[in-house]
């Protein structure tokens, strides 16, 4: 029995450090040789990562997809307007915004905020409360089918950095249903059994 128990210790404290490294993209901003300049590095991933930069507007100005190799970018905003900018680096398991403001003679990095992307979703009695950080601000969906594939709820939110929903499963037939929340790139499934 202490054999069994040390060995399940040891599987679980492998897989919770493996899912730490997976989920924090080793990224540092720097500012660049210019006065409205920064420099981007971003070391190797378990996953691929997207960067984008995004107006106030939610417009994307540059995108790219990195593959799972060291990356290092001087980005120039000279050319741009003044105004409020957002660096995401991003992740299949979480994200990292920077924000970024341009004025007439230089840029400034004010603002780091980190997230998980994927929903977080909690089962109390009959109520399920999903939420999920938005850091993009696109479209997303969020739908309910049952065992049958049959669409009982389906909703899209847009422009909102947190969405959270709580829906009450109290009045519907036994069985199992699927939440899905799909951010337009990725799509998450919760499975809820109500017995």
Not at 40 to 46: A, D, F, I, M
Not at 116 to 143: E, H, L, R, W, Y
Not at 152 to 168: H, Q, V
Request: glycine residues 4%; hydrophobic residues 35%.
């Amino acid at each position: 029995m202490k054999k069994f128990l040390r060995s399940t210790t040891a599987l679980a404290l492998l897989f919770a450090t493996t899912t730490g490294m997976a989920t924090q993209p080793k990224i540092s901003l720097a500012y660049g040789n210019d006065a409205k300049s920064f420099v981007v590095k971003l070391e190797s991933q378990y996953q691929d990562s997207k960067i984008k930069l995004i107006n106030d507007n939610v417009q994307t100005i540059y995108s790219e997809n990195i593959q799972s190799t060291d990356y290092v970018k001087k980005f120039n905003m000279k050319n741009l307007e003044m105004g409020t900018y957002y660096f995401l680096v991003k992740n299949a398991l979480s994200s990292i915004v920077y924000t970024l403001t341009v004025n007439d003679k230089n840029l400034s990095i004010s603002n780091k905020s980190k997230s998980t992307n994927k929903p977080v979703f909690k089962k109390t009695g009959n109520k399920v409360s999903v939420k999920f950080f938005n850091a993009d601000q696109q479209k997303v969906d969020i739908t309910i089918v049952d065992s049958k594939l049959r669409v009982i709820f389906k909703e899209s939110a847009k422009g909102e950095l947190i969405i959270g929903k709580i829906f009450n499963f109290k009045k519907v037939l036994k069985g199992t249903y699927t939440i899905r929340v799909n951010d337009g790139e990725d799509t998450y499934y919760e499975n809820i059994t109500i017995g």
